[in-house]
């Protein structure tokens, strides 16, 4: 399995009308229907750690079955959609692919 987990810094973070926005766009996204499991949230309210990162806006994660189902999402119309509606509304993104050993 393939977990793509994409971490985005809203380009105007106090918007709530920007985060709605990419929210949708994120949660539409299950409509590929290639991931098995989509998954979209904000930073967990818990204790501070010095490894933990919650300085992002929202992120999400989607699991594929193989390699190949993430790379044709990558290229899937309502992917390529939602980037091009979306795009402005991120001031930075980080990918994280991690292919299991299970």
């Not at 750690?49 to 699991?63: P, T």
């Not at 939602?82 to 994280?96: A, G, M, R, T």
Request: a negative charge; one cysteine or more; proline letters at 4%.
């Amino acid at each position: 399995m393939v977990i793509h987990s994409v971490f985005f810094w809203l380009a105007n973070p106090d918007s709530k009308v920007d985060f709605d926005q990419l929210k949708l766009g994120l949660l539409a996204l299950k409509d590929t229907g290639l991931a098995l499991t989509i998954n979209v949230g904000i930073p967990a309210d818990n204790e501070p750690r010095s490894v933990l990162d919650k300085s992002y806006s929202i992120a999400s994660n989607l699991v594929f079955k193989t390699v190949e189902d993430e790379m044709a999402y990558q290229i899937h119309p309502l992917h390529q959609k939602f980037i091009s509606e979306c795009k402005h509304l991120w001031k930075d993104v980080k990918v994280y692919d991690v292919e299991t050993f299970e």
